[in-house]
Structure formats: C-alpha cells, structure tokens
C-alpha cells in the first residue's frame, strides 16, 4: 500500500512510538486521533509528500528528515506555532546539510578534475601519481624563486648602501634599524614586536635629515620582502629534501 493510516500499522504501534520505517513506497502517512502517540519513525523516502498527524500528540519531528520531498504537513492542533516552527526548522536544516554536501562534494569533483589535468600534463599517458607531481610543483616554484630572491637581494643591498651613504657617521643606524626589523618579523609575541616597532622610531629620529621618511619605509619594506622569499624558498627546499628522502 502505498497510504498508510493508523488503523492498519497496528502491528508497528508500541503505545507511544510507532514505527513505519519498513513502508518505504509510502506516499501519504495519515494518523487518525492518537493523543498519545508521541513519536513516528519512517523510512527514508522521496514518494511521500503528504503527512496528517494532527490528532496525535508527536512532537519530535525529526522523521521530516527522511522526506525530502513533503508537500503538505498537517500538525498536531495544539501548541501549532511551536510545532511547525519547530518542524519546519529540523527539515529545512536536513535540506541546508544535503545542498552543502552536495557542493562540497562537487567541489571535490571539481578539484580532482584540475588535479587530473596537472597531472596530465606533467605525466601525459603515466597513471596519476600526487607524489610525484607535488614533487615536481615544488621543485618548478623553487627554481621560479631561485632568481626573485638574487633580484631582489640585490636591489636590498643596493638600498642599504645608499642610505649609508646619506646617513654619513650615523651609518650603524642603519643596520640597527634593519636588525631590529628583522627581530621583528622572526616575533610573534604582540608586545615584543610593538617593544622592537617602538625602537626602530627612535632610530629613526637620529636619522632625520639624512633619510626621508619615504626612504626608511621603503628600505624595511624591501627587506620584508627579500625575507618573506628567503623564507618561502626555504620551505620549499625542505619538503623537496624531506620528499626525496621518504622516496628512498
């Protein structure tokens, strides 16, 4: 049968619960006057699209779960506000949870596609191997910073020895403020890299005169930058040595 009433589940009805969860042709649940009746259990399904519970007395309404595709719902009378809110919420979150599963999973999908397509060309006719192509990714973005990292080091080096050059006596002031730069940027403790912020401005002052403030900021800024290459050609050149020896 593919509607199903109260007076025909007997045989599944324990005083307060009652369960049809081995109905799943079902498309219409109809519950004649049960006050007692607290709690229906079914069978996921996406035949039933009508529901009458409205002579019972359920109020866990989690069973809305498995009925994706329920068109008409009706209630329990009393306390109906609380009651269709209630239910309402748990089906609509049911149906929330299976549209992000669903984009997670084609995210995933979509992710491997790329992945395949990497691959494909690093390794065209050779079965898929993440490894090996993580690998060679690391290795090809190295070499790419190998260059960035002299170029810029250079045009540093360049800056530092122009502000030198302007500072005169107070040339030391320059690689003071540059080391504390760098103490700062090694520092993830709050305090001590506003302590170290606090000093560089004051080398700063005994500089003025001889360096712009332009000057100054953009030196630190270039050798951030030389440091946060050095440091990400680091890491790579770590984990293309830590590949190579899990792979003897």
Not at 88 to 105: H, V
Not at 140 to 162: G, Y
Request: overall charge negative; aromatic content about 6%; proline content about 2%.
């Amino acid at each position: 049968s593919k509607e199903i009433k109260a007076n025909n589940a007997k045989n599944k009805y324990f005083g307060e619960h009652l369960d049809l969860s081995e109905y799943s042709n079902l498309t219409k649940v109809v519950l004649g006057l049960s006050s007692h009746l607290t709690s229906l259990k079914l069978a996921h399904s996406n035949k039933i699209t009508f529901i009458n519970i409205s002579g019972t007395g359920i109020d866990n309404f989690s069973f809305l779960a498995h009925t994706p595709n329920l068109q008409s719902l009706w209630l329990p009378q009393a306390g109906d506000h609380a009651y269709i809110a209630k239910a309402f919420r748990e089906k609509q979150q049911f149906a929330i949870f299976q549209q992000e599963n669903q984009a997670y999973q084609q995210t995933i999908n979509d992710q491997q596609s790329q992945i395949d397509d990497l691959s494909n060309i690093a390794f065209p006719n050779k079965p898929y191997n993440f490894l090996k192509l993580k690998q060679d990714i690391i290795r090809l973005k190295a070499q790419e910073l190998e260059p960035q990292v002299r170029n810029e080091t250079t045009k540093l080096v360049q800056l530092i020895s122009e502000a030198k050059n302007k500072s005169g006596n107070l040339s030391y002031i320059v690689d003071l403020i540059l080391e504390t730069q760098k103490q700062i940027l090694q520092n993830s403790n709050i305090a001590q890299r506003d302590k170290l912020s606090g000093k560089i401005e004051a080398y700063q002052t005994l500089l003025v005169g001889s360096l712009t403030e332009e000057e100054l900021q953009t030196l630190l800024n270039k050798q951030t930058e030389v440091q946060e290459l050095e440091n990400h050609l680091e890491s790579l050149q770590q984990n293309l040595n830590i590949n190579e020896q899990n792979q003897l």
